[in-house]
């Protein structure tokens, strides 16, 4: 059974891990090099309890993740968060994504956020069509900002209201 909870310190293995199969096989990141446990340790920490990173465990295993991150460092934007998820790639395609997408937007309205953001690479068409079934609307496309696998990537923004 999925278990989806706040993540703790001991997950951040499985967190990197995941993250980095993205990097080195998705366009869900921008990011081009594999990233270290100590890399990711930093990113961890600037997480706190209004902005969490949540995990889904299967037998015990973290399997996928999703995060609330601050939109801006700017304090007038205390209330936009952007939302970020990945699944570990043999776990894709069986909910798993829709079920931590859910559970942060729920994170976010329980802890008072009005706006959400969720920024989507060309090529991540699952994931413009799960952001989308939230309710997440198109706000604007910037049209080759990335270079990734040999071709200039644009990113879509979405955006969902929460009052």
Same mark, same amino acid.
């Given at each position: 059974?999925?278990?989806? $909870? /706040?993540?703790?310190?001991?997950?951040?293995?499985?967190?990197?891990?995941?993250?980095?199969?993205?990097?080195?096989?998705?366009? !869900?990141?921008?990011?081009?090099?594999?990233?270290?446990? @100590?890399?990711?340790?930093?990113? %961890?920490?600037?997480?706190?309890?209004?902005? #969490?990173?949540?995990?889904? *465990?299967?037998?015990?295993?973290?399997?996928?993740?999703?995060?609330?991150?601050?939109? $801006? #460092?700017?304090?007038?934007? *205390?209330?936009?968060? *952007?939302?970020?998820?990945?699944?570990?790639? @043999?776990? $894709?395609?069986?909910?798993?994504? /829709?079920?931590?997408? /859910? !559970?942060?937007?729920? *994170?976010?309205?329980?802890?008072?956020?009005?706006?959400?953001?969720?920024?989507?690479?060309?090529?991540?068409?699952? =994931?413009?069509?799960?952001?989308? =079934? %939230?309710?997440?609307?198109?706000?604007?496309?910037?049209?080759?900002?990335?270079?990734?696998?040999?071709? /200039?990537?644009?990113?879509?923004?979405?955006?969902?209201?929460?009052?």
């Amino acid at each position: 059974m999925l278990n989806i $909870r /706040r993540s703790e310190l001991s997950d951040l293995d499985g967190i990197t891990a995941i993250y980095n199969e993205a990097i080195l096989t998705t366009t !869900a990141t921008f990011d081009l090099e594999p990233k270290t446990r @100590e890399d990711r340790l930093d990113w %961890f920490q600037q997480h706190d309890d209004r902005h #969490p990173i949540l995990v889904a *465990e299967l037998d015990g295993l973290v399997v996928g993740w999703a995060c609330l991150s601050h939109w $801006r #460092p700017r304090c007038a934007y *205390e209330d936009t968060g *952007e939302t970020s998820f990945y699944v570990k790639q @043999e776990h $894709r395609g069986i909910g798993i994504g /829709r079920q931590l997408k /859910r !559970a942060i937007i729920d *994170e976010a309205r329980r802890l008072g956020f009005h706006t959400l953001i969720a920024g989507v690479a060309e090529g991540s068409d699952a =994931s413009l069509h799960l952001n989308e =079934s %939230f309710g997440f609307e198109v706000v604007g496309t910037f049209k080759e900002v990335g270079h990734k696998f040999g071709k /200039r990537l644009g990113v879509t923004y979405l955006q969902l209201f929460l009052d």
